[in-house]
């Protein structure tokens, strides 16, 4: 089961994201969401990147690439 927190915002800025995303997201918490859940991702897809080089630079060192 997910649980929420609550998070309090300016409501001017969260005027200003629902008029700017209304036809996108059907409200704000789904806009959020979706931008942290992006957040999230992209740094996990860093810190992998980093882990490859990390990896290929140690093999190089080694002399297998």
Do not use: H, N
């Amino acid at each position: 089961m997910t649980q929420y927190r609550t998070v309090r915002l300016p409501e001017d800025l969260c005027a200003e994201a629902e008029k700017w995303m209304s036809a996108r997201f059907d409200s704000l918490e789904a806009l959020l969401s979706f931008l942290l859940s992006e957040i999230v991702r992209d740094d996990v897809r860093k810190l992998d990147q980093a882990e490859e080089q990390m990896v290929q630079d140690r093999l190089r060192d080694l002399g297998y690439i």
